[in-house]
């Protein structure tokens, strides 16, 4: 992480829920955040607005590799010290047998491929030391999938987790922190009304679990009280 009292990070997928949460828990504590968002106007907006340029909006849809793309060529010349991917969709709770394949399709190029191509597009951008990291979810762990329900949805984390161990192995030598996140269960859009955890009352321990393993390379899946994930 930078040694200047400004720290930078990009966060991906910040219109609301815990990307929102995200973006301005960090720059409550100081950073200098550009968050992306498909939507012009609303609550992130309203957030930069206020942030007295502490925070920025971008546009992404970030399935779009050409968005991507020319996100990465905007921000040419930042330097980060965080870049975080939090993206996810959740089709309903069907059996794999009743999924149908443009839905699993959506899904797995949401979940899976969308925050790997993302990391590969702007990992350049990210400073030596600095930190890589994935929202991804405790339900991607094949050794804790003892439940039944939301079989697509578990598929395409557990697949996240693989193509980011992947990306880690690949990239191994680069010094980099790198992350997969598990938030625990919140009341979001995807997470429902019903969730026992507010992104208020979860995303300030992430940020303390982003902070805390600054410096330190290699990959780890760690929740949000920063105990690792089994995989």
Do not use: C
Request: aromatic residues 4%; hydrophobic residues 40%.
């Amino acid at each position: 992480m930078s040694t200047t009292s400004e720290r930078r990070a990009l966060v991906i997928g910040a219109s609301r829920g815990l990307g929102l949460v995200l973006a301005t828990e960090l720059t409550r504590r100081g950073w200098k955040v550009t968050a992306t968002t498909r939507q012009h106007g609303g609550e992130l907006a309203a957030h930069a607005d206020a942030s007295n340029g502490k925070l920025r909006v971008e546009p992404l849809e970030m399935t779009s590799s050409e968005e991507l793309a020319a996100l990465r060529n905007r921000l040419e010349g930042t330097r980060l010290d965080l870049l975080f991917v939090n993206a996810a969709i959740d089709r309903g709770n069907l059996p794999i047998n009743q999924v149908p394949t443009d839905m699993f399709t959506e899904v797995m190029i949401t979940n899976a491929l969308s925050p790997l191509r993302a990391l590969e597009a702007l990992r350049g951008l990210v400073a030596p030391g600095g930190t890589v990291a994935i929202m991804s979810s405790e339900q991607g762990s094949i050794s804790q999938n003892t439940e039944d329900g939301y079989e697509l949805y578990k598929a395409s984390k557990a697949a996240l987790n693989q193509l980011m161990r992947s990306y880690a192995t690949r990239n191994a030598d680069d010094g980099q922190t790198k992350l997969l996140i598990d938030p625990g269960h919140n009341q979001t859009e995807l997470g429902g009304p019903d969730a026992p955890l507010t992104p208020q009352e979860s995303i300030p321990a992430v940020v303390d679990v982003l902070e805390g393993q600054a410096g330190i390379p290699g990959l780890q899946f760690l929740d949000r009280h920063g105990e690792s994930v089994p995989w």
